[in-house]
């Protein structure tokens, strides 16, 4: 995906592998293959904790998007 992004985590599974860490075909959080910038735990996460996580990533696309102006690219 093209510069600039941000990645949202939604639920504890996705966050920290959940339940299902200790299986043999799990290798934790989604954090351990790509890195992530919001987290937004829960089983199931609340929809007000995920508008909430969707605020804060739009927050952090905008200092991104204001980095990579300020860079020139």
């Known amino acids: 995906m ?3 992004k941000v990645v949202v985590a939604v ?9 299902f860490k200790q299986c ?3 290798k934790g959080g ?6 992530v910038d919001v987290y937004v735990p829960g089983c199931a996460a609340r929809p007000e904790s995920i508008i909430d ?5 739009l927050s952090i696309l905008d200092a991104k998007q204001a980095a990579m102006t300020k860079d020139g690219r």
């Not at 996580?53 to 990533?57: E, L, N, P, S």
Request: aromatic residues 4%; proline residues 8%.
């Open 2 to 4: 093209a510069e600039p």
């Open 24 to 26: 043999y075909n799990i």
């Open 53 to 57: 996580g969707v605020v804060k990533a």
């Open 30 to 35: 989604i954090d351990t293959v790509i890195p």
């Open 11 to 19: 639920g504890i599974c996705a966050c920290t592998g959940g339940v």
